[in-house]
């Protein structure tokens, strides 16, 4: 894995709101997949938390949870510190090199562990192997819950992947009234699959299932897909008590987390 500079980070920021497609959707599905109620005690991981937008949401959805914010990069979690500052002793953010072994022992009792577009920079042995080591170690209900870029198997998926990704960044920009968000989405070279990068090593999503299902998960499924990216689950149990997060719930809170 090539590591990202902090410029990269910062065009990241800059860019997020106009480059991720569907933002929204894509994080309020994460959170609705959580398979743990609101009244439930329950301790997250988040690999990758860059600005603490998503980890804000979750902390807001589940009054009873607690969570560790992983990222690599210095700038990101001095952002996300202040960010989750308001949830107190609720919140940890601590450093993590994602291809390396240190940070496995933050899995151990967790209930559930997600990743925003994260874990497309590493291989695909070290996919199965971070997999591999969450099922191992996550609670008996626990959840593996990941959005992030796929690899389209045919050539017709990657162009349209491309050209849905175009779409999206050039309506979020015009949503939010800033047209010249889309030029600077297109001046990155930010589209992946216009523009392949050696840092971006995607996956099939029926690999990402396999290899999920081999590492010893109950249930496997993908519950989003759009432009080439992905939000897909893996699950130790199907036993669900007391009443989930609903995804109008999840969207109103990625919205104000997002609005932060």
């Given at each position: ?25 894509m994080l309020a599905t994460l959170i609705a997949l959580v398979p743990f ?37 210095d700038s990101m979690r001095k952002e996300s510190a202040v960010r989750l ?173 997002l609005r932060r």
């Open positions: 894995m090539t590591d990202w500079r902090e410029d990269d980070w910062s065009t990241y920021r800059d860019l997020a709101a106009v480059a991720v497609p569907r933002r929204l959707e109620s609101r009244d439930e005690s329950s301790r997250i991981v988040e690999l990758g938390s860059g600005e603490g937008r998503l980890a804000a949401a979750l902390l807001e959805c589940f009054p009873r949870a607690t969570l560790v914010a992983l990222d690599g990069s500052a308001p949830f107190g002793d609720r919140a940890r953010v601590a450093p993590f090199d994602l291809p390396a072994l240190d940070w496995w022992e933050v899995l151990f009792g967790a209930d559930v562990v997600v990743s925003s577009l994260a874990l497309h920079h590493l291989n695909d042995t070290k996919k199965q192997y971070v997999y591999k080591a969450i099922a191992g170690r996550i609670s008996a209900r626990g959840a593996l819950l990941i959005a992030d870029l796929i690899e389209p198997p045919h050539p017709v998926g990657r162009t349209l992947a491309a050209e849905a990704w175009d779409a999206s960044a050039r309506e979020q920009a015009a949503a939010l009234g800033a047209p010249d968000g889309f030029e600077r989405f297109l001046d990155a070279k930010w589209n992946h699959y216009r523009f392949p990068d050696p840092i971006d090593q995607p996956a099939q999503l029926f690999h990402h299932l396999m290899w999920l299902k081999h590492a010893g998960f109950a249930a496997v499924d993908c519950a989003w897909m759009f432009a080439g990216h992905a939000v897909f689950g893996a699950f130790k149990s199907t036993d669900i008590r007391g009443a989930r997060m609903s995804y109008a719930e999840a969207v109103e809170a990625v919205r104000n987390a």
